[in-house]
């Protein structure tokens, strides 16, 4: 349990569905981050929340709407998804958006939701 | 810009040592190292800030060459527990945590 907690843990959901994933912390921390992971591919950053502001957007298709109404909640709005879209979504949090040198840029991982576009 | 780990995978047997390395084009200023079991979130093991420093957790000790900008974790004296995908995270001067695509540990008894 890292304190991270992601919902659903499975979606499986049509291409002409709207979802949304969710992403919750109590630990305090300032910054939010979805990731994506397939097979055999490298963790993408999709997004970057510092104090409830976006501060990355990867390139991302619009099909990803994030939203952050709070340091403790995070949201990833799905809509008009492809099939190569299906793969795992990782929320990580960390007490600062990382700086240089500094120690507490330690990311705590959610356990994914593993998303299927059918 | 994503690091790049070496090697993909890696068997070992118990009490076995293996070296997963990580490197980076660009400026490294801290090196992350997690270990993802299978069906479970990644998990923190530690994080090297120096150029030339070296930590240890256990039996699992990493070293960070920053005028090299790469990092290498070494297990050693492996326990069946060992076993998972390790992924290197690496923060350039953009302040992003980016990810190797992974390497993958089976320690077999």
């Known amino acids: 349990e890292t304190g991270v907690t992601q919902t659903p843990r499975h979606l499986v959901m049509g291409m002409t569905n709207k979802k949304s994933l969710k992403c919750e912390q109590h630990?305090?921390?300032?910054?939010m981050y979805w990731y994506k992971q397939s097979a055999k591919k490298p963790l993408e950053l999709m997004f970057v929340y510092s104090l409830e502001e976006r501060v990355e957007n990867n390139s991302v298709p619009s099909r990803f709407s994030p939203e952050c109404p709070n340091s403790s909640h995070l949201f990833l709005h799905l809509h008009t998804l492809q099939p190569e879209d299906s793969a795992l979504y990782l929320c990580?949090?960390?007490?600062?958006?990382?700086?240089?040198?500094?120690?507490?840029?330690?990311?705590?991982f959610g356990q994914g939701t593993r998303l299927t576009v059918v | 810009q994503q690091p790049v780990q070496s090697p993909q995978a890696v068997i070992l047997r118990e009490g076995e040592d293996a070296v997963i390395n990580c490197s980076s084009s660009?400026?490294?200023?801290?090196v992350h190292w997690y270990r993802q079991k299978h069906g479970e979130a990644p998990v923190f093991l530690m994080i090297?800030?120096?150029?030339?420093e070296q930590k240890g957790h256990d039996k699992i000790s990493a070293s960070f060459n920053e005028k090299k900008q790469q990092s290498s974790l070494y297990l050693t004296a492996s326990q069946l527990s060992y076993s998972g995908t390790y992924f290197c995270g690496t923060e350039n001067d953009d302040y992003k945590l980016s990810f190797g695509a992974g390497t993958t540990v089976t320690v077999r008894a």
């Open positions: 660009k400026a490294l200023y801290s």
């Open positions: 630990l305090g921390h300032n910054a």
């Open positions: 990580a949090s960390s007490q600062e958006l990382g700086q240089i040198m500094q120690s507490n840029t330690e990311a705590f």
């Open positions: 090297l800030l120096k150029g030339g």
